[in-house]
């Protein structure tokens, strides 16, 4: 385990401090503190909060919006309040020693009291560094006893079930594209025979209780709507009645069915409106709260009411860290970090949270994969490191549709698929299978003599760049003055209009002033290397050197791209 700071925040009176205690910290003895807060006044705001949260899913062209400027307010007075004296010197002990180690500090939060767990920690800013923690940091709420259950050994495949729930009186959801998106990420395990994803359509109780009786699961993947009811102070959600009408299931009862199966899921990802929202009388009334206490090793959920858009680009950016054998808690900062990308002005972000049962945050072991992963690598670590800033899965899918965050701090450790989490076991297994599939050389343990250095391998990786958002990180790493050749093809809708369409080349003669690149055609392809490079016209096809280090970015040359439609079909041949 890495660099952690774990706190326990207790109940107290409405108006007093409440106690804190530094239950551990990377190089601190730890500490005690208090958390002097008026939490029912910041409870009170907390529609508004979510209603300025909401409404930023609009594109504005603002420096700090108001709405921002409201929630930075609220997570600045959370953060100063919380690392006080004590408290607060470990915390920056910690995270000096785990920066200098080049890893993220994982923050781990015990909230004692319903009204501190309705609080939005994950707005938290950190006023000396001028950031919002949860997209720097890991940020965890704790839940449950210290122990973890062992990780679950897995004969492959991995076995993924989602759930689609779309009543027909409530708000239309996109499920179709969700679905669409996570079996994209998906796509070289199952193609590996490493995961296996299947789903129930217009779910129903009736219906997951006999998929859940008949095989075994290890990952549950909800797309639907969700509500917190006050009258009962229980977190719901949303499945199909026998009429198509929504039928509430609270969290308790889901619970139970859970609970019934053998094995328990370890990993539950709903991806609907309110899942992570807790009440002011039960600690543990919340949808995702509740699925952790009951055994469910890990629950990724959403406090607020989330757009379609955002819900879609989280799912994207979570499931493609994993695929890079990321942690639970690093693929839920990466799929805030998908959500930025989404508009300069977006604080959905915040909405995402993650429960944790236990310690551990291994959830799968794949001995069999791990065992043909250190045969062919040839050295003790089964993986190699992932590409640096890379959200994508290796292979070629392109999966982080992401403006990803500042300079990666991680080591580069190479043990992956034995700590691998969640679908991070199929992942890592997946890019352990690299080593035997075409393409792979295994290395000879005498080269012939006189063989001299291997010449660079072509490598041709093709994949889908949505015109519905700005930037798409891909799966290609550049190396500077490394030959690339970049083709396109592909029509694309501005605004959804069929009349105003257009290649890779863009709106021939069109310069617009939400154009990146001024001097190129209106919603043309374009890239960039690494997440500060200099954009550049791609179009439909270019031939190129790579002018830095960095993975490849593909986009959009319209920043309001809200509201396109379609994808470019990309071809990049390389040299690895």
């Known amino acids: 385990m890495g660099a952690v700071i774990e706190l326990e925040i207790s109940a107290g009176e409405p108006s007093r401090a409440r106690p804190v205690r530094v239950l551990r910290a990377t190089g601190s003895e730890g500490g005690r503190g208090a958390f002097d807060l008026d939490v029912d006044a910041l409870v009170a705001r907390l529609s508004s909060v979510e209603a300025t949260v909401l409404a930023s899913a609009v594109p504005a062209r603002r420096t700090l919006s108001a709405g921002e400027g409201e929630v930075r307010r609220i997570g600045a007075e959370l953060f100063d309040r919380l690392f006080t004296g004590d408290v607060g010197a470990a915390f920056r002990t910690s995270r000096a020693l785990a920066h200098a180690r080049g890893e993220n500090l994982q923050l781990r939060l015990r909230l004692e009291d319903p009204a501190l767990a309705a609080l939005p920690w994950e707005a938290m800013f950190d006023g000396a560094t001028g950031t919002y923690l949860c997209r720097k940091e890991s940020l965890i709420r704790q839940i449950g006893p210290p122990?973890?259950?062992?990780?679950?050994?897995?004969?492959?495949?991995?076995?993924?079930?989602?759930?689609?729930?779309?009543?027909?009186?409530?708000?239309?959801?996109?499920?179709?594209?969700?679905?669409?998106?996570?079996?994209?990420?998906?796509?070289?395990?199952?193609?590996?025979?490493?995961?296996?994803?299947?789903?129930?359509?217009?779910?129903?109780?009736?219906?997951?209780?006999?998929?859940?009786?008949?095989?075994?699961?290890?990952?549950?993947?909800?797309?639907?709507?969700?509500?917190?009811?006050?009258?009962?102070?229980?977190?719901?959600?949303?499945?199909?009645?026998?009429?198509?009408?929504?039928?509430?299931?609270?969290?308790?009862?889901?619970?139970?069915?859970?609970?019934?199966?053998e094995p328990t899921p370890r990993l539950v990802v709903l991806n609907s409106c309110m899942s992570g929202a807790s009440g002011l009388r039960e600690l543990?009334?919340?949808?995702?709260?509740?699925?952790?206490?009951?055994?469910?090793?890990?629950?990724?959920?959403?406090?607020?009411?989330?757009?379609?858009?955002?819900?879609?680009?989280?799912?994207?950016?979570?499931?493609?860290?994993?695929?890079?054998?990321?942690?639970?808690?690093?693929?839920?900062?990466?799929?805030?970090?998908?959500?930025?990308?989404?508009?300069?002005?977006?604080?959905?972000?915040?909405?995402?949270?993650?429960?944790?049962?236990?310690?551990?945050?291994?959830?799968?072991?794949?001995?069999?994969?791990?065992?043909?992963?250190?045969?062919?690598?040839?050295?003790?670590?089964?993986?190699?490191?992932?590409?640096?800033?890379?959200?994508?899965?290796?292979?070629?899918?392109?999966?982080?549709?992401?403006?990803?965050?500042?300079?990666?701090?991680?080591?580069?450790?190479?043990?992956?698929?034995?700590?691998?989490?969640?679908?991070?076991?199929?992942?890592?297994?997946?890019?352990?299978?690299?080593?035997?599939?075409?393409?792979?050389?295994?290395?000879?343990?005498?080269?012939?003599?006189?063989?001299?250095?291997?010449?660079?391998?072509?490598?041709?990786?093709?994949?889908?760049?949505?015109?519905?958002?700005?930037?798409?990180?891909t799966a290609v790493e550049c190396a500077v003055d490394e030959p690339l050749q970049i083709r396109a093809t592909g029509i694309v809708q501005h605004g959804g209009t069929a009349d105003r369409a257009s290649g890779p080349d863009g709106m021939d003669g069109e310069r617009l002033d939400t154009n990146v690149v001024d001097d190129a055609n209106h919603a043309a392809l374009i890239g960039r290397v690494g997440e500060s490079g200099a954009p550049f016209l791609v179009g439909s096809a270019l031939d190129m050197t790579c002018p830095a280090d960095g993975a490849l970015f593909l986009g959009i040359n319209d920043e309001g791209y809200v509201g396109n439609v379609g994808d470019f079909d990309v071809t990049v041949t390389h040299e690895q």
């Open 284 to 473: 543990y009334s919340g949808t995702a709260a509740a699925l952790v206490r009951s055994g469910i090793s890990a629950v990724v959920a959403m406090q607020f009411t989330v757009s379609d858009a955002a819900a879609l680009a989280f799912a994207h950016g979570f499931y493609a860290a994993l695929a890079y054998g990321r942690t639970i808690d690093d693929a839920t900062r990466s799929g805030r970090i998908a959500i930025l990308g989404l508009s300069r002005d977006t604080l959905e972000w915040i909405t995402p949270v993650l429960y944790l049962r236990g310690e551990d945050t291994r959830l799968f072991t794949v001995a069999e994969i791990q065992s043909l992963a250190g045969r062919h690598a040839g050295a003790p670590d089964p993986l190699p490191p992932a590409p640096a800033d890379a959200e994508a899965v290796a292979g070629g899918t392109p999966l982080g549709e992401s403006v990803p965050p500042g300079p990666r701090r991680r080591r580069r450790t190479a043990a992956l698929v034995g700590a691998g989490i969640g679908l991070a076991a199929i992942a890592a297994a997946g890019i352990a299978l690299a080593a035997v599939l075409p393409g792979h050389r295994e290395p000879d343990a005498s080269p012939a003599p006189g063989a001299g250095t291997p010449s660079p391998v072509p490598t041709t990786t093709s994949f889908a760049i949505p015109a519905s958002q700005l930037w798409t990180v």
């Open 147 to 261: 122990e973890s259950l062992a990780p679950l050994r897995v004969d492959p495949p991995l076995r993924i079930l989602g759930l689609l729930s779309s009543p027909r009186n409530l708000a239309t959801l996109d499920v179709e594209a969700e679905r669409d998106r996570l079996e994209r990420a998906l796509a070289p395990h199952v193609a590996a025979g490493l995961a296996r994803i299947e789903w129930i359509e217009q779910v129903s109780w009736d219906r997951l209780h006999g998929r859940l009786l008949a095989q075994a699961w290890h990952v549950l993947h909800f797309v639907g709507h969700s509500r917190y009811q006050d009258e009962t102070d229980e977190g719901e959600l949303a499945f199909c009645g026998p009429d198509g009408r929504a039928e509430y299931v609270g969290a308790a009862a889901l619970a139970d069915l859970l609970d019934e199966t």
